[in-house]
């Protein structure tokens, strides 16, 4: 099987602004860190620590919220497609090694499917919010879970490139004004594309 991870959809992002299914606490927090960069292993891990319901990304995927999407589509590969809760082997059960592969067939159907004209709209989104979303995992930590909601309200590139000024003012409070300025200068070819 090919290597893949998850990644919310339209759906799971306008969820986070909108709140509209009025989820569970704990679902909805790991709705917010499935980042397509997390791998299945650390979102159950996630899962595990806060007594979230073994099956939540199971649970995500059946509502439409997150997607799996093949290992490098749009972050670095993962290998743990399907760990129970606890760390256990993958899962053998046939019905949901189906659904696994039924959703990879899906996520890979839909990413050759892409269109070349909204591709480069599109790029130019998933690149801030990657960038964005990893600078917040990585340097912010659990004080940036409000800037991460902030990114996931962003339904655009622009609207992503309105919240730059204050995620730089974030990432200085963090880890100071050459680090935020570095950042932001090598962040700065992916937002003037």
């Known amino acids: 099987m090919r290597e893949v991870m998850y990644r919310k959809t339209e759906a799971g992002r306008e969820e986070i602004s909108q709140r509209t299914r009025k989820l569970p606490t704990q679902l909805r927090t790991i709705l917010l860190m499935v980042d397509g960069q997390r791998t299945p292993a650390q979102l159950r891990a ?16 059946l509502e ?14 993962v290998v743990d497609v399907v760990t129970p809760r606890g760390g256990a082997a993958p899962a053998t059960d046939t019905a949901e090694a189906a659904a696994v592969a039924a959703l990879e067939a899906q996520a890979v159907a839909e990413a050759q499917e892409a269109d070349d004209a909204s591709a480069a709209q ?9 960038k964005m979303s990893e600078a917040v995992r990585a340097h912010l930590g659990l004080r940036g879970y409000f800037m991460q909601l902030k990114i996931e309200r962003c339904t655009t590139a622009d609207e992503l490139e309105e919240l730059l000024p204050e995620f730089r003012e974030a990432l ?11 950042w932001l200068r090598a962040l700065s070819p992916v937002a003037a594309s």
């Open 64 to 77: 439409g919220l997150i997607e799996l999407v093949p290992a490098g589509f749009n972050a670095a590969g």
């Open 172 to 182: 200085a409070k963090a880890k100071g004004e050459t680090f935020a300025s570095d």
């Open 122 to 130: 599109s790029g130019k989104y998933i690149l801030l919010y990657e």
């Open 46 to 61: 996630l899962i595990n620590d806060m007594k979230a319901p073994p099956d939540t990304l199971e649970q995500l995927a």
